[in-house]
């Protein structure tokens, strides 16, 4: 089925959830070698090609995920939401919905931020397949105080943020399919009928 229903997630939300997931656990290490290969490649020509494809990749998947996010919550408001059990207490109910509203600003907060980063530091690239996109911010001093210090220090910080929110989440689906047993994990996994 390809709406929600008061039971269960939909395909299509299903699909935006875990092709999300999919692209965020490409985002992460890619980001990671992306860095630390950017001094690297300063110094040895032999490594600038890595560098150059983990950043066409981090980027990319950065840009797809910025376009995703509002598709996804615009499909997740024109739909009804599966609740909870009417047994889970009321701060349970409170926590998803907060995991879930900081989880959406994350996804925006930290493709923007990083966006920005790299858009103040003059003549860098922001490649979406393979493309060079504009910069958002124009290029700025390094020392200045809104520049990458700021930018970049949002986009660290947003996803070192969304890690732990990450553990918290998939936690808490654990905890509900292995301690509580109930359909909480079920009604999202992707082969799971709703």
Known sequence: MLTNTQLGWGSLAKFFHWLIVAMVLVQVPAGYLMSYTYGLAVHDAAV????TLMS???????????LLVPARLAWRLRGPVPGLDGQVPAYRHSMARLTHVLFYVLLLVLPLSGWAAVSVVAGAPIWFFGVQM??????????????????????VYAAWLGGVLLLVHVGAAFWH??????????????????
Do not use: E
Not at 48 to 51: A, N, R, T, V, Y
Not at 58 to 66: S, V
Not at 134 to 155: E, K, Q, R
């Open 177 to 194: 399919h292995l301690v509580l047993k109930d359909n909480v994990f079920r009604r999202m996994w992707p082969l799971a009928k709703t």
């Open 56 to 66: 066409q990749i981090h980027h990319t998947l950065g840009l797809l995920i910025l």
């Open 134 to 155: 504009p910069s958002i911010l124009p290029p700025m001093p390094l020392d200045s105080p809104f520049g990458y210090t700021l930018t970049a220090a949002i986009h």
């Open 48 to 51: 600038q090609p890595l560098q």
